[in-house]
Nanobody, 122 residues
């Protein structure tokens, strides 16, 4: 599976962005999908995950109630809708695919996209 993340950009605090993760290959629907982010000088951290069928999701406490993960298996695409953005959400966002359910562990994801930069100004 090859992943391509897009949708990042510059937004003011309180604004919204929608990230997309387009996958190649016919096996996309078999994988759980997740979003991670990495801020400058910090380690990569878990943001959200969704099961292969989209029935269950998981969120980091820092984004609960503001971010929504979804997927469209017919389009081989996963999404991250980000609302009420804060300056501390500034980071490079990565999508990932794996077979460990809603795990937050980086090492459980086998495939990674190249990242898309989100910058939130105050």
């Amino acid at each position: 599976v090859q992943l391509q993340a897009s949708g990042g950009g510059l937004v003011q605090a309180g604004g919204s962005l929608r990230l997309s993760c387009a996958a190649s290959g016919r096996t996309f629907a078999k994988y759980g999908m997740a979003w991670f982010r990495q801020a400058p000088g910090k380690e990569r951290e878990f943001v959200s995950a969704i099961t292969w069928f989209g029935g269950s999701t998981n969120y980091a406490d820092s984004v609960k109630g503001r971010f929504t993960i979804s997927r469209d298996n017919a389009k081989n695409t996963a999404y991250l809708q980000m609302n009420s953005l804060k300056p501390e959400d500034t980071a490079v966002y990565y999508c990932a695919a794996g077979n460990y359910g809603l795990t937050t562990m980086i090492q459980h994801y086998d495939y990674w996209g190249q990242g898309t930069l989100v910058t939130v100004s105050s």
